[in-house]
């Protein structure tokens, strides 16, 4: 019922797997996916399957199963998701299948393909769902030992608009207030990395009465913050101001010791980041005299005059604390990846990392437009002329 609901609220992508039901590209293919196991995933899985490919499929990070949606796909496909303990078997489970396309969301399936060169042979390609997996990619590749083809879906324009911005930046302040149900109203509100992830929490804390400030390390990002009305000053800083702290950067130690013993008493640190290492949890045990759950997504950290509330245990809040993006954000991602899965299958890639092709991005946009009940404007034939001019026109 969980995947049910998220099918309503997924047009697009049930458009999808309707064509691929009828017209079959990806028959005969085992494609395994490494993705966060929830209901809208759920739907990917379903597309996947109706379009012919035998679907194999695990979880890239464990805490943020849901376990029922993982049941019920195992009825339907093979499912691979026991706990922390039992990821990495997991995974490696996935790889041995072989898969032709592999779907990845921090590029360690693909990663443990590598480790087993013969696993490549016949391989098509993959796609990556995230920053922090196109950075291992594109370390492989400069390493020359990045063997098959990959589809940056997460650099894609649709999914960096909507899945990034909209969708982290509404689903890690929903896993705040769960967790906590403080107002923000008022409270400072410190985002730690101005991507397009941290541009989406930034608008949605500064929507709910939140003054926000943003800590950078990339000039232009920190530029583009400063001129889009946020305070902008080091981590450090920021330290002693901040309410709230949402990291949201896929480094590590984003905040740490030196951060922590300047942070006001009843401060909240939650992260949004990929890994559960961006805020310190050495450093945060090391200073800490007591540590106690407080409520069961807050565990308080007491430094003797103050105390820290960390969420979910510095893992990813919108997911460990709530249901993450909903499914009309995830409806373009994974409408996305299953069109770069079926191009993989009818198209010729080379080894490396490849944007999305644009004919999906427009695809994509158009069908969920359409969904939208919203149309839009075509250029006219002289417009299409004009933009092939390669000098300036005469006057009229």
């Not at 960096?160 to 769960?178: C, E, H, P, W, Y």
């Not at 540590?291 to 809040?317: F, I, K, S, T």
Request: charged residues 20%.
């Amino acid at each position: 019922m969980r995947i049910e609901w998220a099918d309503g609220q997924m047009p697009v992508l049930r458009s999808i797997r309707e064509r691929f039901a009828r017209e079959r590209p990806l028959e005969g293919l085992t494609v395994g996916l490494c993705l966060h196991v929830t209901s809208e995933t759920g739907c990917l899985v379903r597309a996947l399957a109706a379009g012919g490919a035998s679907v194999a499929l695990c979880a890239s990070n464990p805490y943020a199963t849901q376990h029922d949606v993982a049941a019920a796909l195992s009825d339907e496909v093979e499912v691979h998701t026991g706990g922390p303990d039992d990821w990495a078997d997991s995974v490696a489970a996935v790889a041995a299948r072989a898969p032709r396309i592999t779907l990845d969301d921090g590029a360690d399936l693909l990663s443990a393909l590598h480790a087993v060169p013969e696993l490549l042979d016949g391989m098509l390609g993959g796609t990556e769902e995230t920053t922090t997996g196109l950075v291992r990619l594109r370390a492989m590749e400069a390493e020359g030992r990045l063997a098959v083809p990959v589809i940056a879906v997460n650099e894609a324009r649709a999914e960096k608009a909507l899945n990034d911005r909209f969708g982290t930046g509404q689903s890690v302040l929903d896993g705040i207030l769960r967790a906590t149900n403080i107002l923000l109203a008022g409270q400072t509100v410190v985002v730690l990395g101005y991507g397009w992830t941290g541009r989406g929490v930034a608008l949605a804390a500064h929507g709910l009465g939140a003054s926000v400030i943003v800590c950078e390390v990339d000039p232009l990002r920190a530029l583009e913050a400063r001129m889009e009305g946020f305070s902008v000053m080091p981590a450090s800083v920021a330290a002693e101001r901040g309410d709230v702290f949402i990291t949201v950067t896929g480094g590590q130690d984003v905040l740490r010791g030196e951060h922590f013993v300047r942070m006001k008493d009843g401060a909240v640190l939650a992260n949004a980041g990929h890994f559960d290492v961006e805020i310190s949890l050495p450093d945060l045990r090391g200073a800490a005299v007591e540590v106690r759950e407080v409520l069961p997504l807050v565990r308080q950290y007491d430094l003797g005059d103050r105390r820290l509330n960390l969420l979910a245990g510095g893992r990813v809040v919108n997911l460990a604390a709530a249901d993450g993006h909903p499914a009309a954000v995830m409806d373009v991602s994974f409408a996305l990846q299953a069109l770069a899965a079926e191009a993989l299958a009818t198209g010729s890639f080379t080894p490396g990392v490849h944007p999305v092709p644009d004919g999906i991005e427009r695809e994509v946009a158009a069908l969920k437009l359409a969904a939208l009940g919203v149309e839009i404007d075509e250029l006219t034939p002289a417009q299409v002329a004009y933009r092939s001019l390669t000098s300036p026109p005469l006057d009229r």
